[in-house]
């Protein structure tokens, strides 16, 4: 990884290492919940919500591991952080301050979202999923933080495929480059999307798919700006509202 990512950035690690060096299949619904489940670290890591902190050292607060909150029928998302189910048993996974267990509550929802290519022929489906996720945080009861976290790809060229066929954005498919359609689909994601979350962070970058799978971002001090301002606000109202 590289020297430019600080202590409080493991996100943007876990969501280079997607892409980088590594061919990304986009159908894998693993990719989601690793990149979210670094979200709760770096917000240890930033150590600004005392009360955030001291929840996870004391492991009263988990990242859940099932697909639902126990005794609801609201889908988790990609991560979902919550005070851990009294009696149940959380465990620890390497390398992770946040541990993993069952939750009563929702109060840090989050959602991830890949646009790698063919954004505009999908972007109508994204914009629903992220809006009916935030339905499923706040059906869960309580009043959740809700975050989305969306990549949106800004390569010239990308492949895609279909089991291990290649599908190449060379017109030969009716696909566009990622470039053409990218600006067009981070528009409608802040109009349309954006207000339905407490924190909304775009995460534009470049990446072909095709060997030796480069990774780039569009403009990473910008990104991790945002992503670090990001962080302090979320820590902030997380302590004013689960004091």
């Not at 009861?141 to 290649?166: D, F, I, Q």
């Not at 970058?205 to 480069?214: D, V």
Request: proline share 6%.
């Amino acid at each position: 990884m590289p020297d430019a990512y600080p202590g409080h950035a493991r996100l943007l690690q876990a969501f280079e290492a997607a892409f980088a060096g590594r061919k990304y299949r986009h159908r894998d619904q693993t990719v989601g919940n690793f990149v979210a489940a670094h979200l709760f670290e770096d917000l240890c890591s930033l150590a600004r919500s005392a009360a955030l902190c001291q929840r996870v050292a004391e492991r009263r607060n988990v990242l859940n591991l099932d697909q639902r909150v126990v005794g609801q029928r609201a889908r988790r998302g990609d991560g979902a952080f919550g005070e851990l189910v009294p009696g149940a048993a959380a465990a620890e996974r390497e390398g992770f301050r946040v541990w993993r267990g069952p939750v009563a509550t929702i109060e840090i929802g989050a959602e991830v979202k890949i646009l790698a290519k063919a954004m505009m022929k999908q972007i109508d489906r994204v914009i629903g999923d992220l809006e009916r996720q935030v339905v499923q945080f706040k059906s869960a009861g309580g009043s959740p933080l809700c975050v989305a976290l969306v990549g949106v790809n800004h390569a010239h060229s990308y492949t895609s495929y279909e089991g291990e066929r290649p599908v190449p954005t060379d017109g030969s498919a009716g696909f566009r480059h990622p470039a053409q359609e990218a600006p067009q689909a981070m528009q409608r994601l802040r109009e349309l999307a954006a207000p339905a979350f407490d924190h909304f962070i775009m995460l534009p970058f470049r990446a072909t798919n095709s060997p030796p799978y480069p990774f780039e971002w569009v403009d990473l001090r910008n990104t991790l700006d945002e992503y670090s301002a990001v962080l302090v606000r979320l820590s902030r109202a997380y302590d004013e509202r689960f004091r």
